[in-house]
């Protein structure tokens, strides 16, 4: 099994920047891929990002060229580099983990940005 707790959200201005992380603890060898999604309010739950054990990423259109998805293999750490943001990128934050027999998410974190 594995434990996901997300971090990093909070208030920030129009064309600002934050960087969530995703740490993992427990059964974390198993993981195959790791994804970042969000859930703004009034909106069904979107993927923003994933990334797999080998690096490959993926982004949604509306955060292409502005967010980032990294890992940190010895800390066992998922981030997400947000840049330029927009007030519709107001959402909590949830960091998924698949691996080959369920998923586990985080209890998410608030990204509020103000225009």
């Known amino acids: 099994q594995v434990e996901l707790v997300e971090s990093g959200g909070g208030l920030v201005q129009s064309g600002g920047s934050l960087t969530l992380s995703c740490a993992a603890s427990g059964n974390i060898f198993i993981i195959n891929v790791v994804a970042w999604y969000r859930r703004a309010p009034g909106k069904q739950r979107e993927l923003v990002s994933s990334?797999?054990?080998?690096?490959?990423?993926t982004y949604a259109d509306s955060v292409k060229g502005r967010f980032t998805i990294s890992k940190d293999n010895a800390m066992a750490t998922w981030y997400l580099q947000m840049n330029s943001l927009k007030p519709e990128d107001t959402a909590a934050y949830y960091c998924?983990?698949?691996?080959?027999?369920?998923?586990?998410w985080g209890k998410g974190t608030l990204v509020n940005v103000s225009s």
């Open positions: 998924k983990a698949e691996t080959d027999w369920d998923d586990s």
């Open positions: 990334i797999t054990i080998g690096g490959s990423t």
